[in-house]
Every structure is written in structure tokens, then in C-alpha cells.
């Protein structure tokens, strides 16, 4: 078994490892150089992403765009992360597919912290918060590896009336999306350091006259505004960031594997 993630800042690896430290599978993020061979020769892939409005982030529809004919005939099971609803976003990654190109035979929402740290309606997870997030993500996680193991299929998101209240919210993100590939901005704090232009999973930036600039190709995954040393990135709203996420990390033996 493979499991294929792309993480904006962390959440959708955290429950990647988390599957693959519970199912010993093979675990790559799409940001790799992935060996064809390798996809190839599972019978079963797991996705991992964020749901961005419901809908499939955009590196992740070109990884599939790119990889159609080995994903032909596999089992897949898909795992979204969300903030707090997304409607049908695990049953949206089945709309980049011809009709039975796949079967699914599992798809689950994990909550987890909030990374959009610019938007005074959507503050960032508290330590007390996050703790339940990561602890529900795990009893959450047990009970899908359960079911697997028992080869009952449970599909997250695939009932109509999340698939119609995801078709409210997605129907919006193709304009959010492409409006918002040229609303990042960078102020007079950057210091060049190049951490933007080396983990922008889109290639969003480039050095030019001693300056950073960016390629109206941002993804919206908020990566660069939660990690530049010196918070010099905006996205959409121009006043500078005041507190980062920074991620939730994997531990081995942690309190949540045993709750």
C-alpha cells in the first residue's frame, strides 16, 4: 500500500504518517520525484490533501492529471483534512477520474488546526484546541484502519447532502482560486533569504533586480505566509501577519496513540 499526500503547512502529513505509522505503507508527498514504477505496482493508493472549499487542491489535480493511467483499476482511499466542513471533499477527488477508472474503497475527514492566519473570523488553533483536534484525528484514524481491516467500506462525504452542500461552497473556489493567484505580495521586510522561492510547492516566486517577486501562480495552500522568517508575505490582505502556524508534528509513542 502507498500513500500519496500534498500539506500546505503540515496538517495532511501529520494524518499521513498517522495512517502509515498505524498500516506500516509506503508514505511520499507529491512534491517528490515519484518513481512511476512504484505507483505502479500497488494495488492500493491513500490520498491525503486539504480541502480547499470543498474541492481538490490544484497540485494534487495536476499530480492525478499527470499519473490517469496508473491510477487505473486501483483501490483508493482518500483522506481530507478540513478546518471544520467540507462538504463532499473527499468525493471530490472522484470527479477528476473517468467513471470506474477507480474504486474506493474508503474516504474520511480528519478536523485539524486552522492555517489561515489572516483572516480575523478564522484565528488560529489554541494549544488547548489543537490538542482535541490532534486527539479526535487519531480515535478518528483507529476506527478507519479498523474498518479496512475488516474490508468494510466507508465513503465520508459521498451522501447527497453533503455532496449538494459541497457543490455550494465549491462552486465558488474555481474563481477564488484563480482570482487569487496574483494577491500575494511581499513588503520592504523580506530580507531575501529565498525560504518563499524554495518550499513554494507551485514555484510562485523568483529573484529578479535583488528583489523577490512572485508569478501570479499562488495555490492559496499558505505556506510562504506561515514561514517566512521575517512574515514580509501577504496574501489577499496586505497588513502583515502577526502570529504563524507552525504546524503540527508527528510523535512516536505520543499520549494521543493511546486515547
Known amino acids: 500500500m502507498l500513500m500519496l499526500y500534498f500539506s500546505g503547512t503540515g496538517n495532511s502529513k501529520y494524518i499521513a504518517e498517522l495512517f502509515c505509522k498505524i498500516t506500516k505503507a509506503k508514505c511520499h508527498s507529491i512534491e517528490e520525484d515519484i518513481d512511476s514504477q512504484l505507483l505502479a505496482a500497488e494495488k492500493i493508493i491513500a490520498v491525503c490533501y486539504p480541502v480547499y472549499a470543498s474541492r481538490v487542491p490544484k497540485l494534487m489535480r495536476e499530480f492525478v ?33 473517468p467513471p470506474n477508472h477507480i474504486k474506493v474503497i474508503c474516504a474520511e475527514h480528519f478536523f485539524m488546526p486552522n492555517n489561515i492566519n489572516n483572516v480575523c473570523i478564522t484565528p488560529l488553533a489554541s494549544e488547548k484546541l489543537t ?19 475488516r474490508r468494510k467500506i466507508k465513503k465520508r462525504g459521498f451522501n447527497s447532502l453533503s455532496q449538494a452542500l459541497g457543490l455550494l461552497q465549491g462552486s465558488f473556489f474555481p474563481v477564488i482560486e484563480k482570482w487569487g493567484a496574483s494577491k500575494v505580495k511581499i513588503d520592504n521586510d523580506c530580507n ?68
Open 65 to 97: 492529471a499527470s499519473h490517469m493511467e496508473l491510477f487505473k483499476n486501483k483501490c483508493v482511499i482518500i483522506f481530507c483534512t478540513q478546518m471544520a466542513f467540507s462538504g463532499d471533499g473527499a468525493r471530490a477527488f472522484t470527479d477528476l477520474f
Open 131 to 149: 490538542r482535541w483536534y490532534l486527539r479526535n484525528s487519531h480515535k478518528r484514524m483507529k476506527a478507519v484502519c479498523k474498518n479496512l481491516s
Open 192 to 259: 531575501k533569504c529565498m525560504h518563499c522561492f524554495s518550499t513554494c510547492p507551485v514555484g510562485n516566486f523568483a529573484y529578479s533586480n535583488d528583489r523577490i517577486i512572485t508569478k501570479n501562480n499562488c495555490m492559496l495552500c499558505y505556506r510562504c505566509i506561515n514561514s517566512c522568517p521575517k512574515r514580509a508575505v501577504k496574501i489577499i490582505f496586505q497588513t502583515k501577519v502577526k502570529k504563524q502556524f507552525q504546524g503540527v508534528k508527528f510523535k512516536e509513542g505520543s499520549s494521543h496513540d493511546r486515547n
